[in-house]
């Protein structure tokens, strides 16, 4: 934006990042809680794009590697020697100077869709921010006319109409730049499915256009129709960033919205919504990819204020598709306490662990502590959320930013990267293999004691043999590879020695509340639904709460609370920052502008 340029006066300004941004006045187009979700975005693009040219020299010297390798055999029906050539290609990926690779690389960039992009923000962002060489062009698109002029008007605003391209040329990949589109995002994608790269196609896959690199979807509501036409129109390799807002399904307020949409349950009022919201968004992209003969692989997946966002690689596998039912399965949820069991919906055979076979129910009818009936949820993704390498990487550069030279570093723009450093550590921190997490006070108010602090009850886990870790949405969350009679081990100890009190005036009326409706505990009305032995049906039946149930099996291992060394050595990170403003949340969906302005007049 040049200084002599004016602010017209039915526009207001909004600057973000390196973006300088006119928006009509009175009109919603712009929710500043976003600017978390844009600023991880663009970083992670970022980093995706490194990867692709790491990936492709790597690529490139090993192809080298492995021709010497063959011309240097005598013998050449000898094998050539694969563990050297893994060595070899090792010690060439510490030694490269990988910054000054990216910086100078001269092959294609990535191309981004952003594909309801409404402004055009984050899409200026994009080009604007990322590496120049790195970036070959981004596409803005949005089906509302009024959108797209803004997007239009805003990048006359910044600059950038020297780069501004037609959709033809943006196609074709010959010139860099930005290119804007008034299309449906289905429709855009559905006809951009032809590899890159192909030659002498068939006049049916001409009619494509090449697949992109990235795809940039963030809706206002559900991804969920927008996910087929995605999982085909990205590159071998490339990179879906997804957002979904509409937690009301994915918590489990309306199953039947979610059931729709994902074709999973979710369980209303449930501890662990937010992950297993995550969970079933990942389960749904990953069956849509296989149809295709494509897997994915996750690289984070986060919950931010009100919505989720999800970042996944897409492959071509055939294999990981074959695998596929071992990372999607079943929740087992207790109806009456937080208990819960994690079941895949294939497994390995015993005799041949290439063949996938059924697995089997929970060895238990019904939830071990309180003889109460199961709940289910899913399909779910089982497998991990996160990829450990890349996260770890992204810390150790937004920790760069943090010694106060953010104007000597890539990514000097970011607003929130104190608190993008605290949301990866922590999600660093998860363990990869433990899906889903328990909440101490929903345990707690279950046995009817106070809550014990969190590093007590990993203390406890640890000294017991097992992994622990929090969650990166919940303060109060642990995951563990603990069974649930552990978790329960642990309460009952505490209850030693800190008892419950058992003529709780709260806790007495709960109980006469539940015996008159024939229910079981708080939010576990549907449990009993239709079940002819509710306590309705008996009323001379004495009322067990479940909380009693709990406490009066007796506890399989000895529980010891002491601290181990280094439980608190936790790296100093914003983990759990307040909320970015005051009433905060998602906002109206926006409208047509141009429309309010004729009215005006």
């Not at 192809?63 to 005598?74: D, G, T």
């Not at 760069?400 to 608190?419: A, C, I, S, T």
């Not at 109060?476 to 642990?490: L, R």
């Not at 039946?541 to 181990?564: H, M, N, R």
């Amino acid at each position: 934006m040049s200084d002599n340029m004016k602010i017209p006066e039915n526009r207001e300004l909004i600057e973000e990042g390196s973006a300088k941004m006119l928006y009509p006045k009175g009109v919603v187009f712009y929710n500043p809680v976003q600017v978390q979700n844009r600023d991880l975005s663009l970083f992670m693009m970022q980093l995706f794009a490194e990867r692709r040219v790491k990936r492709m020299e790597l690529k490139k010297k090993k192809k080298a590697l492995m021709k010497a390798a063959r011309q240097s055999l005598i013998d050449k029906n000898k094998m050539v020697d694969m563990t050297m050539i893994q060595e070899q290609l090792k010690e060439f990926e510490e030694i490269t100077d990988w910054k000054q690779v990216y910086d100078n690389f001269d092959g294609k960039g990535i191309r981004i869709l952003d594909a309801l992009a409404a402004s055009g923000l984050r899409s200026i962002r994009y080009f604007n921010e990322m590496s120049p060489s790195l970036l070959h062009s981004v596409t803005i698109n949005d089906l509302d006319p009024a959108a797209v002029d803004l997007a239009k008007e805003n990048i006359e605003f910044n600059n950038l109409s020297s780069v501004l391209l037609s959709s033809e040329e943006e196609s074709k990949g010959v010139k860099k730049g930005i290119a804007v589109v008034n299309n449906d995002a289905t429709h855009l994608m559905y006809t951009s499915r032809r590899s890159p790269g192909l030659h002498n196609v068939d006049p049916i896959k001409a009619m494509q256009k090449e697949q992109y690199d990235v795809i940039d979807l963030d809706p206002y509501g559900s991804a969920a129709p927008f996910l087929d036409a995605a999982v085909q129109a990205v590159t071998n390799g490339g990179l879906l960033a997804i957002t979904c807002t509409d937690m009301a399904a994915l918590g489990g307020s309306h199953p039947d919205t979610c059931y729709g949409r994902y074709a999973s349950m979710p369980i209303p009022r449930i501890g662990y919504l937010q992950e297993l919201a995550l969970r079933i968004l990942l389960s749904n992209i990953a069956q849509r990819a296989a149809v295709y003969g494509r897997c994915i692989r996750p690289v984070l997946s986060v919950g931010m204020h009100f919505y989720i966002r999800v970042f996944v690689e897409v492959w071509e596998d055939k294999a990981a598709v074959n695998n596929l039912s071992l990372d999607i399965g079943t929740v087992y949820q207790s109806s009456q306490c937080p208990s819960f069991h994690t079941i895949p919906h294939g497994q390995h055979s015993k005799k041949n662990k290439n063949i996938i076979q059924t697995t089997r129910a929970p060895k238990f009818p019904v939830c071990q502590e309180t003889d109460s009936q199961f709940k289910t949820a899913g399909p779910c993704w089982l497998g991990p959320m996160h990829n450990t390498e890349i996260v770890d990487e992204a810390i150790t550069r937004l920790a760069k930013l943090q010694d106060g030279k953010k104007k000597d570093e890539m990514f000097g723009y970011l607003k929130q990267d104190r608190e993008l450093h605290g949301l990866l550590t922590s999600c660093s921190e998860e363990l990869p293999d433990a899906p889903l997490y328990y909440i101490m006070p929903n345990m707690s108010h279950v046995v009817g004691c106070s809550t014990p602090p969190i590093d007590k009850v990993k203390a406890a886990l640890i000294n017991a043999g097992f992994r622990v870790s929090g969650y990166h949405k919940d303060a109060h969350a642990i995951k563990t590879d603990a069974p649930s009679s552990v978790m329960w081990d642990i309460m009952r100890a505490w209850c030693v020695l800190y008892p419950p009190n058992p003529k709780s005036k709260n806790k007495e009326n709960k109980k006469k509340k539940r015996r008159k409706n024939g229910k079981g505990p708080a939010g576990e009305d549907e449990a009993n639904e239709g079940n002819d032995d509710s306590e309705e049906n008996t009323p001379d039946v004495p009322f067990i709460s479940a909380g009693e149930k709990i406490l009066a099996l007796e506890s399989t291992i000895k529980v010891d609370f002491t601290l181990p060394d280094g439980i608190k050595n936790k790296t100093k990170v914003l983990r759990f920052p307040m909320n970015p403003e005051a009433n905060w949340g998602p906002k109206k969906a926006a409208s047509g502008y141009k429309r309010k302005t004729d009215d005006k007049e």
